[in-house]
């Protein structure tokens, strides 16, 4: 029986490559791992039927990007923001027991409404998966958004990440 939800401490451990096995997929180890918790996986739900993961990073004055992008204008990148959906889409097919390590490999439409800034208290993520495919690459497609404080402000389409197995 897989979890259905998982701490900081198992995302941990799951940078260290002890959640999914050795050679498997691994989510960064911070400061690039851009979320505190997964509070919903499941192979069956998402806008698609086909499985989503969401998650919650807690937004402190103090993170590491906020001193340096930009000065006297602090906001997180973008692409932080991407990042972690894609890291999400990984972790998911690590979830599935499927091999390889994950990478990801592109997406398709992005749409930035908002930036998140030092005052957003909580931002959520979510991916559904639209697509996964099994064989030699195992990939996965997904459709992701963040929120800052419960406002959609990332939307981003056909997000692609795969599994990778050593030769």
């Not at 989503?52 to 006297?72: M, N, P, T, Y």
């Not at 972790?91 to 994950?102: D, V």
């Amino acid at each position: 029986m897989r979890q259905s939800s998982y701490s900081y401490e198992d995302l941990l451990a799951c940078g260290r490559g002890e959640l999914f096995g050795p050679g498997n997929a691994q989510l960064p180890l911070p400061p690039m791992l851009m979320f505190d918790r997964i509070t919903e996986i499941s192979e069956d739900g998402g806008e698609h039927g086909k499985g989503c993961v969401r998650a919650e990073f807690d937004i402190k004055s103090d993170l590491w990007f906020f001193g340096c992008h930009f000065q006297g204008d602090p906001v997180m990148p973008g692409c932080l923001g991407l990042d972690a959906m894609w890291q999400m889409t990984g972790f998911f097919l690590g979830w599935l027991g499927e091999p390889g390590r994950g990478r990801a490999i592109s997406t398709g439409e992005i749409k930035f409404s908002k930036m998140v800034t030092p005052d957003v208290k909580l931002v959520e993520y979510g991916i559904d998966i639209k697509k996964l495919r099994r064989g030699r690459l195992v990939l996965g497609i997904a459709d992701g958004w963040l929120k800052a404080d419960g406002e959609t402000i990332y939307q981003a389409k056909d997000l692609r990440v795969g599994l990778f197995r050593a030769e």
